[in-house]
């Protein structure tokens, strides 16, 4: 297959609403382009009105087409196939179920077997180079949905929504004994643990942390919890439910039981946003990893 770019844009013709507007004013305030993301399109002479570059303070009409090209860039991660659990894909988005113990991006010392490898691979299939955009991270031992953009707009829209609100990420997670009550909000901010770069602390010092949750199921030593994040610090869920003395079981940086798994039982399981280009409501979900399922029988079985 011969490799090309898949060059994007987006398109708008200038209603009555807007006559009169610079490109700016449409670009910032109708499209919602970053700063940043203007500042690139500046740069690179990739503003058209009426199919011809043009400046930003430059005033619109009614019925003038307005478009914004983003090419595809290369990126130094490389391609590699690999099986992909692909749950939802369109021009602009991709969701892939991840697997426990897979990266999500490449390391200086670790730059083969991760989600942005896989991905990249699976998009030269379809005659596309382009970079990994991830619109929210998972730890490499926490499974579920990863959802990557294709462009830096779509990209920099969802995370506008992830500070809005607008986007909805649950996970499950198994934690330790019976929680009660059975469903609260914690509100506790996190911070960066005094010696360690990886270990988070709840700090009154720390960056405002609130996650929603509530019990699903209960064994007789262990429950099975939903948590949906309003806020998405580093470790959020971990360190939360380890604070309510329940930590997650196999997540031995918080106290998890590691006796019978040997990562933290944690799944990013449903994803809810307004499509960035579409506007339509997407939800995603996927089933709880093998594992953790398997972890659920056991504890019945005690019960």
Not at 62 to 74: A, I, K
Not at 142 to 164: D, F
Not at 270 to 287: D, E, M, T, W
Request: proline fraction near 4%; glycine fraction near 6%; aromatic fraction near 4%.
């Amino acid at each position: 297959m011969e490799n090309k770019c898949i060059i994007e844009k987006l398109q708008l013709i200038i209603p009555q609403t807007m006559d009169g507007w610079t490109v700016e004013r449409v670009l910032r305030r109708e499209v919602g382009v970053s700063r940043t993301l203007l500042r690139r399109a500046k740069r690179n002479r990739v503003i058209l009105l009426n199919q011809l570059p043009v400046k930003t303070n430059v005033t619109v009409k009614t019925g003038e087409v307005l478009e914004l090209w983003m090419g595809s860039q290369e990126t130094q991660v490389v391609p590699e196939r690999m099986e992909l659990n692909i749950l939802y894909e369109d021009a602009h988005l991709l969701a892939v179920n991840k697997p426990p113990g897979m990266l999500v991006h490449p390391l200086t010392n670790e730059t083969s077997g991760t989600l942005a490898n896989g991905v990249l691979y699976h998009w030269l299939q379809q005659g596309t180079i382009d970079r990994f955009r991830p619109v929210h991270r998972l730890d490499r031992n926490t499974s579920g949905i990863v959802l990557i953009a294709r462009n830096p707009y779509v990209q920099q829209q969802l995370q506008i929504q992830m500070k809005q609100g607008q986007f909805v990420r649950r996970y499950l997670a198994l934690v330790k004994g019976k929680v009660q009550p059975e469903q609260g909000v914690i509100q506790a901010p996190i911070a960066l643990e005094e010696g360690s770069f990886i270990k988070r602390m709840i700090s009154p010092a720390g960056k405002e942390a609130i996650s929603h949750y509530q019990v699903l199921r209960t064994f007789n030593q262990a429950s099975l919890v939903r948590v949906e994040l309003e806020t998405g610090r580093t470790h959020q869920v971990r360190v939360h439910m380890a604070h309510m003395g329940h930590p997650l079981l196999g997540d031995s940086l918080y106290g998890g039981d590691t006796s019978n798994i040997k990562r933290q039982a944690l799944h990013c399981a449903y994803l809810a946003f307004n499509h960035p280009v579409q506007g339509s409501r997407i939800k995603i979900s996927c089933s709880v990893a093998g594992d953790i399922r398997q972890l659920m029988e056991e504890h019945s079985k005690k019960a």
